[in-house]
């Protein structure tokens, strides 16, 4: 039911389900670890500040490939794989992308049907900061997310706290 905003998050709270790359293979460039949550309310279907938590750890090695391992109280753990710059992949009901959004940046764009959610996390040695950005798309109401069988309906999720530091 709320995988909704989760799959937002998660698929979103940092980088995508894209193609499987092996980390190990190359050498690391930035790590962090990082936590948020928030609260959904959706009108399809019905549901009123549902609490959304999620955890989790992200890489990105010498060889442009990016990895998020992430725990969340809506989908359980989930990892994600994904090639710096590559086209945006198909997701569910949408698109994912990774981007190089400044030196220590890495941007994650996830794009549903009536909106993108953008996560900004810069790492700069041990100090990180992470960014939850939602937007609509141009002449659209209500925010859309994938709940696992189809599109949730919701207003826009609040996010109440985001922490990350690097390793």
Sequence with gaps: MMKTVSSA???????????????????????????????????????????IRGEGSGTLSTDRSAQLDMTSNIEGRVVYNAKLGAKPTEAPEGTAALRVAGRHTLRAIREYPNNYIIINLKVVGSRCTM?????????KRQYTFYNGSGLSYCAKPTITRTACEGY
């Design 9 to 51: 998050l998660a698929a979103v709270a940092m980088l995508l389900a894209l193609t499987p790359t092996d980390g190990r293979a190359a050498g690391t460039v930035l790590r962090a670890k990082f936590s948020f949550e928030g609260l959904a309310t959706c009108q399809n279907p019905p549901i009123q500040n549902f609490p």
């Design 131 to 139: 960014t939850i950005d939602q937007r609509l798309k141009p002449g």
